[in-house]
Nanobody
């Protein structure tokens, strides 16, 4: 099970941290990542972190503003979002293994796990 939290309503330029807690699986074995889906748009990749936390990938639109991290002991992944923009408004999803590995160019992966999403709204 994967559960996201931390979404909310903020103003442009503000910061927000999303969390993703994984239960029931060996968290530390899998690459983890974040995707988002804005209204009337397709889901898109945002960021990925490998199993050890020493390799990360970001989509161009968030580079320099977002950071991704994980704490394997606490089975938790984070997305720190700074300098938020209205175009960052979306439902943010936590994902594990296959979709993350594919988006980051890390191979095929095995499992496919998604959270239920958390809404981030950035007002102008």
């Amino acid at each position: 099970q994967v559960v996201e939290s931390g979404g909310g309503l903020v103003q442009a330029g503000d910061s927000l941290q999303l969390s993703c807690v994984v239960s029931g699986r060996t968290f530390s074995q899998y690459p983890m990542g974040w995707f988002r889906q804005a209204p009337e748009k397709e889901r898109e990749f945002v960021a990925a972190i490998n199993w050890s936390g020493d390799s990360t990938v970001f989509t161009d639109s968030v580079k320099g503003r977002f950071t991704i991290s994980r704490n394997n002991n606490e089975r938790t992944m984070y997305l720190q979002m700074n300098s938020l923009r209205p175009e960052d408004t979306a439902v943010y999803y936590c994902a594990a293994d296959r979709p993350v590995a594919a988006a980051a160019g890390w191979g095929a992966g095995y499992l496919e796990v998604w959270g239920q999403g958390t809404l981030v709204t950035v007002s102008s």
